[in-house]
């Protein structure tokens, strides 16, 4: 049975002159709702715009709502007089103190997390795969942990920070490292020691809420789903479906292994840190940690193996060649981080970078 799936992605609002951030998001989200409801939304900073799918069960079907829900998003930003861009932090602007959005909620998170809450300007994909209940998602993600810094490498589209290249692939990581329940989540042995950890968070105010646990891989809050929340947001449509299709497969050969009672790897939480920001630093590019095994190995070595990992749920699904040739496209045309590097060095200019993440992106070729 095929396991239904959705994404939400985060996309900077930008003046289309200057092509810095500017705080037109909630104009943009009352203007999107006309054609998505719901499924826009403002985020806690005012430079970003959110949007999600619907959940799906086939990837032609996500597929096609992700380019349908980007042109939404990027009809009513143009209709606003400003533009969207998909890259997971602000290549231009004054972003610090980022302007944070109104309501009780977003001013509690300024009371909690304070000089945070300055920096928060990132835009992420989220993506949520459904699960039968919270045991399960608990289990499934303690499986998906290996896999984690990979993917943040496959997903690499954040080198730039408010007018200077940061060196690394994927500075969203790092600014997301700093908060207090955050990055890779721990091993959790049931859905109830993940409960009580949870609650002693809460207890000690390391957690405002429960919408505050930002591990990157945790069972939802709201929904019936174990959500991937690490990926920056994908340049194209084509690169977030792919991304998409890649997590559910991992999360089916998760669900697989759970049902048949395998353990779970248990990497030490030292070595997958280590692991986030090797991959962080240099994407696809440079060497990395398989922390299966304790063992460095370049990152296009990793991706191959995890996509070895992912071939019988992507193969069963249908959905092997999509993904096979989008990996093979990361690969040989570079991540996120590269193209925006690529769009830097033709001309020496930021605002090329901002101008090629623009939405709505190109057809990608192949797709």
């Known amino acids: 049975m095929a396991l239904r799936f959705g994404i939400e992605e985060e996309y900077f609002v930008v003046d289309p002159v200057s092509r810095e951030v500017v705080p037109r998001a909630p104009a943009v989200v009352r203007r999107a709702g006309a054609a998505l409801g719901e499924r826009a939304s403002t985020e806690l900073v005012a430079f970003l715009a959110e949007a999600k799918t619907s959940p799906c069960d086939d990837l032609d079907k996500l597929r096609e709502q992700i380019r349908a829900m980007r042109a939404a998003m990027a009809a009513a930003a143009a209709a606003e007089g400003v533009r969207l861009a998909a890259t997971g932090t602000p290549v231009l602007g004054e972003v610090v103190p980022a302007p944070i959005g109104a309501g009780a909620r977003y001013a509690e998170s300024l009371a909690v997390y304070r000089g ?5 300007s990132i835009c992420s994909c989220h993506v949520h795969v459904e699960m039968p209940d919270r045991e399960h998602a608990v289990q499934v993600g303690n499986h998906l942990r290996p896999w984690l810094p990979t993917l ?14 940061t060196g690394h692939a994927c500075w969203r990581a790092l600014a997301w490292a ?6 890779p989540p721990p091993y959790f042995a049931s859905a109830a020691h993940y409960d009580d950890l949870v609650g002693t968070l809460l207890g000690c105010g390391a957690l405002m809420d429960t919408g505050t646990i930002f591990w990157d891989v945790r069972p ?4 019936p789903t174990v959500e991937v929340r690490l990926a920056d947001v994908a340049p194209t449509a084509a ?3 792919v991304l998409a299709a890649l997590i559910r497969a991992l999360v089916r ?3 697989r292994a759970v049902a048949a009672g395998e353990p779970a790897p248990d990497p030490p939480q030292e070595l997958l840190r280590a692991a986030y920001w090797l991959a962080a630093r240099d994407g696809l590019a440079g060497r990395g940690l398989d922390v299966r095994t304790g063992r460095a190995a370049g990152q296009r070595e990793l991706a191959g193996d995890l996509l070895a990992h992912a071939l019988p749920a992507l193969s069963a699904a249908g959905d092997l060649g999509f993904v096979t040739a989008g990996v ?3 690969l040989t045309g570079g991540t996120g981080a590269e193209r925006q590097r690529a769009a830097y060095r033709r001309r020496g200019r ?3 970078v901002v101008d090629a993440a623009l939405l709505p992106d190109p057809v990608t070729r192949g797709e």
């Open 116 to 120: 945070l809450d300055d920096e928060q």
């Open 350 to 352: 930021l605002s090329d």
């Open 328 to 330: 093979r496209r990361l």
């Open 152 to 165: 943040l490498a496959l997903a690499a589209n954040s080198p730039y920070w408010a007018g200077r290249d």
């Open 220 to 223: 939802s809050a709201r929904l």
């Open 239 to 241: 690169d977030a479906a």
């Open 178 to 183: 700093r908060w207090p329940v955050a990055g």
């Open 253 to 255: 050969e998760a669900s």
